[in-house]
């Protein structure tokens, strides 16, 4: 199964990318079937080689990657609506509020068990 997706070059803190169709469970940095275009996040600089090929894929419903289908929509190229490209990571909750109360518990018991034997040593002392 072939998929269009952006594939990684460029110095390291200076990316630029690649639009290529390869194989979908290949590696995005190995043997390619065809180079279509490129794009260059910090230049903006966007290009592809042949646009009638290009609309060719996509009408035989190769599958794009999020972020590619969220270029094209943007430049123009193809229409319909932009997916979510990406998902912020779900920071864990449940230690934090599971970590401060089995503190504080244990804290408060020798509390009132001090409370307690000072109202006991009251109480015995008239009694006596």
């Known amino acids: ?40 996040p910090r230049t903006k600089e966007f290009g592809i080689k042949n646009e009638e090929r290009l609309k060719t894929l996509v009408s035989q419903h190769i599958e794009l990657s999020a972020t590619l289908r969220n270029l094209l929509i943007t430049k123009g190229l193809i229409t319909g609506e932009k997916v979510k490209a990406w998902r912020p990571k779900i920071k864990a909750k449940e230690e934090t509020p599971a970590a401060a109360p089995a503190v504080a518990p244990q804290a408060e018991a020798p509390k009132t068990e001090e409370a307690n034997k000072t109202k006991a040593t009251p109480n015995e002392t008239p009694a006596t």
């Open 1 to 40: 199964m072939l998929t269009m997706r952006l594939q990684r070059v460029g110095k390291k803190n200076q990316p630029s990318y690649r639009i290529v169709l390869a194989e979908k469970h290949r590696s995005a940095t190995k043997k390619i079937v065809e180079l279509l275009g490129h794009y260059n």
